[in-house]
């Protein structure tokens, strides 16, 4: 082999390798870029988020203490609702015409 075929052999080695080797390490670089990115952008939102329901909490607690006078009445209520939705079954059942 010529001294021009070696170094013809050579350059289309080396530089391919050369390309693959910096585009690899850029590559690196990006994913580690994008990575930070996201640590940060999850670290926000987890806080967003712990604010939201620290208010929400708040906020129900605020709301239960609110309502605690008119909660008996309410259940009193529903007891009664309820009590005549059976009777109205009960009634239903036995107006059946035909039994």
Partial sequence: MTDTQLLTLALAVILPLSLLIYSNSRLSDAKET???EMA???AGVRAEF???RADFNEALSKSASTNSCTKP?????SARLGYRKDMRKFLLFFA???K
Avoid: E, M
């Fill in 50 to 52: 712990i604010q939201v």
């Fill in 96 to 98: 059946v015409p035909g």
């Fill in 40 to 42: 940060t952008g999850f």
């Fill in 34 to 36: 994008l990575r930070a």
């Fill in 73 to 77: 009445i309410l259940l009193d209520r």
